[in-house]
């Protein structure tokens, strides 16, 4: 079990107050703190190694290089995967986005499926649409059961030879539901299907390994590992990213222009176009360095154990009504006071005015408060920091909110 409180001393960016109280933030979903470790290696990397990558025969371009390819081997390490197969992207919005503009036009045409849950995040969807549009494929989403688990029996139905692409959402940012990836993926490649699985959530959370997931693409987000903004990853099968057009185009994607014509790089390098985050790349390897480190079980384990916590605490808030009881669930807890009037927003400012961090609104994730027929929640996060302490906060928090909501 990892000692959070003696992890915390290595976060600056919890320290302090927030309207003149200890800040509690518990908004690790939405994006997480930075330790030392991350902080210190950008730092000296901007000091003294910051160069241009691929393009200098001087030294200091050569060792920023070197940098940026072995945070590459980082990446591959933490995922069990081959370098050659990350890609270097914006974060998981953007690498859904490569997906369903490079695959999904290359291979999707009218009559085909993209089947989706009904959990994923807007990150998930709305790229599939704009692609259906453009290649007449249709996206289909997989319902959900009221405890907020997938509707395994609909998928099995759902899931036939016309899909061509499942997309998956690990952990649900909006429900804390973790879905059986293995299982599902194993379920897809009976009919052929390629399984994309946004880790945006799992990755801080759980040990991710794509040979056991059984998946073809996988997405995550720097900032959202105690990494830097700015930067995250696709990984995606060999075979398949080779299979793939470019989608932007310019320096670094190419292997010889000429007006005529120009023929592209292999992948990573094809979906690489333009001077890439540098410092962002070494700063994802530091974060990732320092997760591995902690160990990603024991970091699981742990947070677990505090979620349990959590949400025991949370079920003595009278009025609280809870979202997502899947039987496997982990570090999201979204709810909402029932009390006439009572928006989740309402909640979010009584608890900031106490210095609690939450997010409160539909968390990128419409159809998720459609079906459960609300228009928002407010949503307490964890990260490794998180300790039992913050959590008595916020029910202390939610007592006095609940109090005021009530007059
Ligand atoms: N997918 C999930 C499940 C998320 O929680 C998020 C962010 O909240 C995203 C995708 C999008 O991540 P980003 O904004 O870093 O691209």
Request: glycine letters at 8%; charged letters at 20%; aromatic letters at 8%.
């Amino acid at each position: 079990m990892l000692d959070a409180l003696a992890l915390r001393a290595q976060f600056p960016g919890l320290s302090g107050s927030a309207n003149g109280k200890p800040f509690v933030y518990l908004d690790s979903a939405a994006t997480t703190q930075k330790p030392l470790a991350v902080i210190e290696r950008m730092d000296y990397f901007l000091r003294n190694e910051y160069g241009t990558v691929h393009r200098g025969l001087y030294a200091r371009s050569v060792r920023s290089t070197q940098l940026y390819e072995d945070a590459r081997a980082t990446v591959a390490r933490f995922l069990n995967a081959e370098v050659d197969e990350v890609v270097y992207t914006m974060g998981t919005t953007d690498a859904i986005n490569l997906v369903a503009w490079s695959w999904g036009r290359a291979h999707l045409k009218k009559g085909d499926r993209v089947l989706v849950t009904g959990m994923e995040h807007h990150a998930n969807i709305v790229p599939w649409q704009i692609t259906a549009e453009i290649t007449g494929a249709e996206l289909v989403a997989c319902p959900l059961l009221d405890d907020g688990s997938l509707d395994e029996e609909a998928f099995d139905r759902l899931c036939d030879e016309r899909v061509k692409l499942v997309g998956l959402v690990h952990i649900a940012n909006s429900l804390g539901t973790i879905n059986p990836v293995q299982r599902l993926a194993a379920r897809a490649k009976r009919h052929g299907a390629l399984v994309l699985v946004d880790a945006a959530q799992s990755a801080p959370h759980l040990p991710l390994d794509v040979k056991t997931l059984g998946c073809d693409f996988l997405a995550f987000s720097g900032h959202k590992v105690y990494g830097p903004t700015g930067i995250g990853v696709l990984w995606g099968r060999r075979d398949v990213l080779a299979s793939m057009p470019p989608w932007r185009g310019g320096g670094e994607m190419i292997e010889k222009v000429t007006f005529e014509r120009t023929t592209f790089a292999k992948p990573p390098a094809r979906f690489e176009a333009g001077t890439p985050p540098i410092t962002e790349a070494i700063g994802l390897a530091a974060a990732l360095e320092w997760l591995m480190a902690l160990g990603l079980a024991n970091i699981a384990a742990t947070e677990h154990a505090l979620y349990t916590y959590a949400e025991a605490r949370l079920a003595e808030v009278p009025d609280l009504v809870r979202y997502g009881q899947a039987p496997q669930r982990s570090s999201v807890l979204a709810f909402n006071l029932a009390l006439p009037g009572a928006h989740a927003a309402d909640v979010s400012s009584l608890l900031d005015m106490q210095g609690i961090a939450i997010r409160a609104g539909h968390h990128c994730a419409q159809p998720v408060m459609a079906r459960f027929g609300v228009p928002a929640t407010a949503r307490a996060s964890l990260g490794v920091y998180t300790t039992r302490d913050d959590i008595d906060r916020l029910v202390e928090g939610l007592l006095k909110a609940r109090t005021m909501l009530a007059m």
